[in-house]
């Protein structure tokens, strides 16, 4: 399937606690603004500084859920909690896949998604769901977090055409190490969103 018959929606939404959230998706093609509404709904998350990291992909794969309806084909999200308990390094606070399926902790490991869709997540980050095969996948989201991480992705557009991927979504979790990043693309045209963190 080409990426022509999709959308692709990413924006900023600030919600409680002064919590930072980008969200996104691809959804049918005619769905976008509806999609671009629904999920600021996102603003009424809070996360608690008490919360576990583990928390925080729990509570945004659950509220991606519950706004999901057949016209969302893929979602992802990154979170980016101040104050948040960060413990050996560790990081979390990005979620992505297709919202219907159950969730569950990212492994190095890629899997098929409906709709001509696959997935590439690790334990930390990066997640990316594209309609590109596995080895494409692996290799392009780990470049995808290097030029995030290194050079504010600046190179992003460069390596989707490289790898002649135009359809999909790259995550990198918002809190803990590393930059909060989602990137949804379509036509390989990316949207993305950067979260900003204390300093």
Request: proline share 3%; hydrophobic share 40%; aromatic share 8%.
């Amino acid at each position: 399937m080409s990426g022509c018959e999709y959308e692709g929606v990413a924006l900023r939404i600030a919600a409680r606690d002064g919590l930072q959230i980008a969200a996104g998706g691809i959804c049918q093609k005619g769905w976008g603004a509806y999609w671009r509404q629904r999920f600021q709904r996102l603003e009424r998350l809070g996360l608690h500084t008490a919360y576990d990291v583990c928390d925080v992909d729990q509570i945004l794969a659950l509220a991606l859920t519950s706004l999901s309806t057949a016209s969302l084909l893929l979602a992802g999200a990154s979170a980016y909690a101040p104050g948040l308990q960060k413990t050996r390094g560790l990081s979390s606070g990005g979620v992505l896949g297709d919202p219907r399926q159950e969730s569950s902790s990212a492994e190095d490991s890629c899997q098929m998604l409906s709709h001509g869709f696959s997935m590439y997540t690790a334990a930390g980050g990066p997640g990316l769901a594209a309609i590109a095969d596995f080895a494409t996948l692996r290799e392009l989201a780990q470049r995808g977090k290097d030029d995030f991480l290194y050079c504010g992705g600046r190179n992003w557009q460069a390596l989707l055409q490289q790898y002649q991927v135009d359809t999909g979504i790259l995550v990198l979790d918002g809190t803990g190490v590393g930059p909060g990043c989602l990137s949804v693309f379509c036509r390989g045209c990316p949207e993305t969103i950067l979260l900003e963190k204390e300093t």
